[in-house]
């Protein structure tokens, strides 16, 4: 049996890593597995995936994606009668580019691991072949793709197969799409590994000697992950609480810049640090006090685990569907009003100075993590391949 798991990029990020694990879960499975990355340029992933899977890269320019001009129907008046131009036009030009690519490879099963338009556009038409094809949506439930955008389902019907993070809502969409009703959703979580990853003790030493008890902050930097609010909300913790644990950013991307300039605005430039990119997270989480999350929408928040993991005690806003559905009614951490940094100082500041309940949410965190173990996950993996359409 042979499965292809397609991405958007391979850049260093939650969904490459969990593509990462899923790509070795298809592996024991019995499945051959082959890895596409439509961004090639974006890579840094790529050497991260088990031995024995193969990687291609296929660029798919984003001006030929059909469905990503529907938008445009509801922004501006004349969009209506521009949008089937545009779609008849891309399509036309699309399969022209896809007959540049040569010959096509055959799957029993071909993943749109990353579900944006791009790597669901390249299994929904067919640069490979896939008997059965699966759209996966790491950014949240059917509900809020369809809002994104409701040219999601159209590709979500010639794929069939859906595997969400939340089932929050789905009952609305398909209540209002008669024609998404056929579709095969499923829920699964991203998968854990519980044992703690190999953390070099020289450095982890050396962290916590310069840094000491510091907040950690894990994840790309982009709009949708809101580094700003916590900066802000540092602030508010420096200046109103007089907290001096220096606060550490780990991630690189399009909005780092601009959070480290705001951050020398505020005069926290050395209180503040930005370590970009990095593979060896586990340093980080082994070193850290407190784990924080900041993202105003979130498919699950993989880094909220990997901090469970480490006995990180989390804050995060309450990041629809996916922080309430790790956290619960802050059963497993505290949660924060999105955007607010007032409020989300107000929660670090309690987790920072009351031992009672930082205790509690150490121990309650290892308790949540076993619900979204590697094993258990595999174990549904293979039910839910077992009833694809």
Sequence with gaps: MKAALVFQSLGIGGVERVGVAYAQMFQELGYEVDIYNLEPSANEMEPSFP?????????????L?????????????????????????????????????????????????????RDLTFVSRNFIKGRKKIAWLHVGSLMDNMVASSAYGDIYRKLKNI???????????????????????????????????????????????????????????????????????YEKLYQKHGVRNKLVFVGGGSTLEECRALADALGLS??????????????????????????????????????MKYRLPVVATDSPPGVREVLGNDEYGLTCHVGDPLDMAEKIFRMLTEPDLYDHYQKQGQKRIVDFSYEKIRDELSRILSELK
């Design 51 to 63: 031995e024995g899977c193969h990687i291609y890269h296929k660029y798919v320019p984003e001006v």
């Design 65 to 117: 994606l059909p469905d990503r001009y529907f938008n445009g129907v509801k922004r501006w008046w004349w969009g209506k009668y521009a949008y089937p131009i545009l779609y008849l036009g891309t399509s036309s030009l699309l399969y022209l580019y896809r007959l540049t690519m040569g010959k096509r490879r055959t799957y029993d099963i071909a993943v749109a691991f990353s579900g944006h338009f």
């Design 163 to 233: 595997c969400t993070l939340s089932s929050d809502g789905d009952y609305r969409v398909l209540l209002r799409n008669i024609a998404l009703r056929e579709l095969n959703i499923r829920r699964i979580y991203n998968p854990l590994r519980l044992e703690q990853n190999e953390a070099d003790a020289a450095f982890v030493r050396e962290l916590k000697e310069t840094y000491g008890d510091f907040l950690l902050m894990v994840g790309r930097f982009d709009p949708d992950k809101d580094q700003k609010t916590v900066i802000y909300a």
């Design 270 to 307: 050395n209180q503040i640090v930005f370590f970009g990119s990095r593979q060896d997270v586990a340093n980080f989480y082994s070193a850290a006090r407190l784990a924080l999350h900041s993202s105003p929408a979130e498919g699950l928040g993989v880094v909220l685990l990997e901090a």
